[in-house]
């Protein structure tokens, strides 16, 4: 089992930085493979960025590249996004995600086995 607990979400004006926080408990985490996701309202759960379990491997969606950073402190079971020149289009529930059964990063939902609650981040215009 594994317990995710995000923070950090909030309320800020375009181009403005916010960062991102998920502890995890429970199974050690330094062997998970980690994720962060986001939903908008009406729209599908879409990736965001992952990471493997050394922190060595990063991957991003397009949309993110260059604007967000994914990492981890495995001392401190937490991984982080910062996301800086924030845009209204970021507006969403974001879910940190973990691969139970892998330390490979992973860019679909259906391959994350434990999820959090979602912190909600908008940005205005």
């Known amino acids: 089992q594994v317990q995710l607990v995000e923070s950090g979400g909030g309320l800020v004006q375009a181009g403005g930085s916010l960062r991102l926080s998920c502890a995890a408990s429970g199974r050690t985490f330094s062997t998970n493979a980690m994720g962060w996701f986001r939903q908008a309202p009406g729209k599908e759960r879409e990736f965001v960025a992952t990471?493997?379990?050394?922190?060595?491997?990063?991957r991003y969606a397009d949309s993110v590249k260059g604007r967000f950073t994914i990492s981890r402190d495995n001392a401190k079971n937490t991984v982080y996004l910062q996301m800086n020149s924030l845009k209204p289009e970021d507006t969403a529930v974001y879910y940190c995600?973990?691969?139970?059964?892998?330390?490979?990063?992973?860019?679909?939902?259906?391959?994350?086995?434990?999820w959090g609650q979602g912190t909600q981040v908008t940005i205005s215009s």
């Open positions: 995600a973990a691969r139970y059964y892998s330390g490979n990063y992973a860019v679909g939902p259906n391959e994350y086995d434990y």
């Open positions: 990471i493997n379990w050394s922190g060595g491997i990063t």
